[in-house]
């Protein structure tokens, strides 16, 4: 009895003593949010790019931390709860008040802690390929517009494989919508008509593929050359890919080139199905580049797992990250509005070759990569853009946002009409 | 003497790219045979070809490969195309390598002897593409033409038949001959008969036609279709009336019979998502139908059906295609463990009283989603897809079955074949049916009502259990599994009319189907939301369901 007495004491006063410590720290280091879900339906995903943010952070300190102070990362769980999200944002940026903040996934999470960004004047690294339609002065969009994924990807197909008829199949929400409509202005712009596009939306989690994949099937027998635009979310393209196998659908007949299948996604399920269908990204893990093989060898280090795959989102993290780091540095502050008047033009070099490049809309320059999905889980490269594809936050093949233009150098607005020479704030719709 | 590529004497051709190419040294290599051996590349520069990551070089040298004809061809194009194919960085040259642990087993492809053993890292693998992998398929099928078993030459016609080009035809018109096999011959026929359509001489033709009338063939289709189809001008690419009539005749029966086949497929769809919800609500139809127990916990003993599929799958690794027939009394008896765990340990105490055992269930239901998450993490499992259960049965060339489909149908009406017997035959059976009747009577006549109660649930849980299995081939295991599916459990068990089997069967057969029928107008959503709206004007109609029960049992 007296003995836990002492123990419960001296932990008590250690934790004290810990706290006091932590506090006395706290004075001289910049602090890092990381906002992803570890917990949810979300956390699969998230949870990897919260590891990487920690990574990165624990190797900016082992450099030095940034100007002479060391980082220190504050992790809060949204919990896969889209208000979560803007409350734990507010906490972050009121309560602990940190310098930066690495975060979302889904479009909706991050629509969610838009306005509070905006209100508080914070700064936010969102590393998720995503539908664009979208410029704040407070985000930095490191993963792919749909330029630099969606159609680079409809090009492969239309130029490369010689596709003349297309099937855009997508899950019912925000990012498949406006992504396919995106393709579908691009595709009739391309010449293409009406009567050889089908557009196919399924409920999240949708099992049963059997009709649609028969009617592709039809879709795809009419003589010409077909393909698949999947913007299928998670789950659901199991069974999806299952069925295309199971009704032999071949990725030889007709391709199938999805925007949301990653090695992560991969590394959970049985492959045979998938093998040859193709998957556009700007990184793959099977990259051959000295910088990717040393990224994979550090991860594996610190996640203390040989086996864990590296994917995109990843990379956006980690050139976000290492952008961030240049600014500050450049700067010489982290005061939220010198870092982003400093981010513009700043250059960070891709894990799969190249530059990328901060641009005055707060999206990157990319390449774009087509893989091909191997049994092993990972992708061969069969196609990549030559040189580096600037992201565009507006679409120039959606009638309502063909004339705005984001710019946050010169024009200073996220949401300008070129036509009508006025800014309508940050945000569209 | 050598030929460089690229300084090619005789005719000046601007070569089209891959296939085009291919036939085109193919039947320059016909015409003018003299020149076609300063021509053709020899092999061993065709195969220095490969070694590139250029995949419209590669295509190319894949040409220069297969129109050598070289002995070792063959070996080469298969072992491009399971990816044993690599060149040594420094030389680039092309050696067959298989992988042995961390080494690289090289062969030379020329004199096909070993060439030793080494580190994979001084090697490049030549990958392939989809477009690359179909001309490969394609060019060792012509190999295949001459196999002993009939039914790898009819496997190698059809797979010339995804892309013939004139090379292809000339084979099969050689080979058209001297096949002895009916069916083959067959084939070929409808494959020379299709390239025949494109024939000089409108006689010809109008043989093509008259030979493709009762054929199903998709590609058939599509070209009578464009036969008489008019183009935007009103003229016809096809100059004959007479060819174009017949071209009519053939078009009119083969839809008819494509559109009797595509509502066979409709229905066969519809049967098997009826299917699956029989499944998934003849256990509920029991616990909830027979013992009046809302069970939320339904779904989550599916689910746990399911995971052991996966947990007796990694015990038995090598016999992937038994486990999941081992998995089936697994399943029952652990989800019907719990059953009776659950009985025991809660629903007991609150017979009579609905709402409380529906909360209660519920709560069930979150603990086992967290133990399985605790268990085996929030990712879904791999569940593997035995082989005698991938792929279709191919009716003929309009209709075919999935064979995971069609087993699930089966299934389910095994299921429901024992279950009937069990309630209907066994002494068990009879109690159940008494305790459900007339609890207080059964009890008076000395039947342990207790002890059936329990064994009730726990059969109807058992049978959730061996639903779990079934889905866990349809669909992804995960801790999310049961809620997708407790919800059309429920509708099933309500419309089919609640404590009635017959009524569990015929109402999930009739959602399955009309789903199916309204899904390629409606899309996959408002299907749904229709079949839900129809199900709740229906349960306003007839509260008591399709089948409701009789007498005075209903009143109680």
Redesign the interface.
């Known amino acids: 009895m007296n003995k836990f007495k002492v123990g419960g004491l001296a932990s008590i006063a250690a934790a004290v003593a810990l706290l006091a410590a932590t506090a006395a720290q706290a004075a001289d280091t910049i602090k890092v949010g990381v906002l992803h879900s570890l917990s949810g339906t979300m956390a699969i995903s998230e949870t990897t790019l919260k590891d990487t943010v920690l990574m990165l952070i624990e190797e900016q300190n082992k450099k030095g931390g940034i100007l002479g102070k060391k980082l220190e990362a504050v992790v809060v769980d949204p919990a896969s709860n889209w208000p979560l999200f803007a409350e734990k944002a507010e906490q972050l940026l009121v309560k602990d008040k940190v310098s930066v903040v690495f975060g979302c996934w889904t479009s909706v999470s991050r629509k969610s802690v838009l306005p509070v960004f905006e209100k508080n004047n914070g700064l936010l690294f969102y590393p998720v390929q995503y539908e664009g339609e979208e410029s704040s002065k407070n985000v930095f969009y490191t993963g792919a517009a749909p330029n630099q994924q969606a159609i680079p990807a409809v090009d492969y197909l239309m130029n490369d494989v010689g596709v003349k008829r297309w099937v855009l199949a997508g899950t019912d929400y925000v990012y498949p919508r406006t992504t396919n409509k995106i393709l579908e202005a691009y595709l009739k712009a391309k010449g293409v008509k009406s009567e050889d596009i089908m557009i196919n939306y399924t409920p999240f989690g949708h099992s049963d593929w059997q009709r649609i994949v028969a009617d592709i099937k039809k879709f795809g027998s009419a003589g010409k050359k077909t393909g698949v635009v999947s913007t299928i979310n998670g789950d659901a393209n199991v069974p999806f890919y299952k069925e295309l196998g199971n009704q032999k659908i071949s990725a030889e007949d007709i391709p199938v080139v999805a925007f949301s299948v990653g090695e992560e996604e991969l590394s959970g399920i049985d492959t045979k199905p998938l093998v040859g269908h193709l998957a556009a990204w700007n990184y793959f893990m099977s990259v051959d580049t000295p910088a990717n093989a040393e990224f994979i060898k550090k991860w594996r280090a610190f996640i203390k797992n040989n086996k864990r795959v590296t994917n995109d989102p990843m990379e956006a993290h980690v050139i976000g990250f290492n952008m961030w780091v240049k600014a500050v540095e450049k700067a010489k502050t982290t005061d939220v509005n010198k870092v982003i008047d400093t981010m513009v033009g700043i250059e960070v070099p891709n894990l799969t070759g190249g530059v990328a490049k901060m641009l005055p809309n707060h999206h990157l320059t990319k390449p774009v990569l087509i893989g091909e999905v191997r049994a092993d889980g990972q992708f061969d490269t069969v196609w990549q853009t030559q040189g580096l594809v600037p992201g565009d936050a507006w679409s120039d093949f959606l009638p309502g946002s063909k004339d705005i233009e984001a710019d946050w150098v010169t024009l200073k607005c996220g949401n300008y009409n070129t036509k009508t020479k006025k800014c309508s704030g940050q945000n569209y719709e | 003497m050598q030929a460089v590529p690229g300084t090619r004497p005789g005719p000046r051709f601007v070569p089209p790219s891959g296939l085009g190419w291919l036939v085109l040294v193919l039947m320059m290599g016909m015409l003018w045979r003299p020149a076609a051996a300063a021509e053709t590349p020899s092999f061993e520069q065709a195969l220095s070809g490969l070694a590139t990551s250029n ?1 419209k070089e590669k295509e190319r040298a894949v040409g220069d490969v297969i129109a050598v004809r070289h002995a070792n061809t063959r070996v080469v194009l298969n072992a491009l195309l399971e990816g044993n194919l690599y060149y040594r960085k420094s030389d680039r040259r092309v050696f067959i390598g298989t992988a042995q642990d961390a080494n690289l087993q090289l062969q030379d492809p020329v004199t096909l002897s070993p060439a030793g053993t080494t580190e994979p890292s001084e090697y490049s693998k030549i ?1 392939t ?3 690359l ?2 001309t490969l ?1 394609s060019a060792l099928a012509s190999f295949d033409l001459a196999d002993a078993d009939p039914q790898v030459r009819l496997a190698a016609v059809s797979e010339m038949l ?1 892309s013939l080009d004139a090379d292809g035809v000339s084979i099969l018109r050689a080979r058209e001959g001297t096949e002895p096999d009916e069916a083959v011959r067959e084939a070929i026929r409808t494959g020379l008969a299709i390239a025949d359509l494109d024939g000089e001489d409108a006689a010809i033709r109008l043989a093509a036609v008259e030979h493709l009338k009762g054929s199903l063939n ?2 058939v ?3 009578l279709t ?1 036969i008489v189809t008019p183009t935007d001008a009103g003229s016809y690419a096809e100059p004959d009336e007479k060819v174009r009539s017949a071209a009519r005749v053939a078009l009119a029966s083969i839809e008819r019979w494509r559109s009797l086949f595509g509502t066979l ?2 229905l066969f ?1 519809g049967m ?2 009826g299917s ?1 919800l029989v499944l998934s609500a003849i256990g509920l139809a029991i616990t909830f139908g027979v013992m009046g127990v809302i069970n939320m916990a339904h779904g989550e003993l599916m689910m746990l059906g399911a995971y052991t599929t996966y947990v007796v799958q990694l015990l038995m690794p090598q016999h992937i295609g038994a486990s999941v027939l081992v998995a089936i009394p697994v399943a029952f008896v652990v989800a019907g463990g719990v059953g009776v765990a659950i009985e025991r340990g809660i629903v007991r105490f609150l017979y009579g009283r609905p709402l409380e055992t529906l909360l209660a269930t519920f709560g069930v239901s979150l603990v086992l989603q967290q133990l399985v998450r605790d268990i085996f993490t ?8 035995p082989q005698w259960m ?3 049965l191919q009716v003929n060339e309009a209709l ?1 079955i ?4 069609l087993y699930v149908v089966l299934f389910m009406v095994i299921v429901f074949v024992i279950l009937q017997l069990v309630l209907k035959r066994t002494s068990l059976g009879l109690k159940v049916r008494a305790v459900a009747q007339n609890r207080a009577m059964a009890k008076s006549m000395g039947v342990r009502t207790e002890w059936v109660d329990a064994l009730t649930f726990g059969l109807g849980s058992g049978i959730a259990g061996v639903a779990g299995v079934a889905l866990s081939q ?3 295991v ?1 801790p ?1 599994l049961g809620q ?1 599916y407790i919800i059309d459990s429920f509708m099933v068990v309500v419309f089919g009319g609640v404590g009635n089997l017959w009524g569990t069967l015929i109402g999930g057969m009739s959602l399955g189907v009309v789903n ?1 029928v309204l ?2 107008y409606a ?3 408002l299907a ?1 939301i229709l079949v839900l709206i129809a199900l709740i004007l229906f349960i306003q109609r007839r509260p008591r369901g399709l089948f409701p029960q009789k007498g005075r049992a209903a009143e109680g």
Do not use: C, D, H
């Open positions: 995949f990958t593409n989809n477009q992998r179909k398929k995804r998709p590609e289709f599509n070209r464009a497929e409709t769809f098997s998502l699956v929030a990712n879904n499992r791999p569940v593997e897809t991938a792929g279709s075919s999935t064979y995971n489909r349809l669909t992804n995960g999310n997708s199916q899904e390629p899309g996959a959503v749904k």
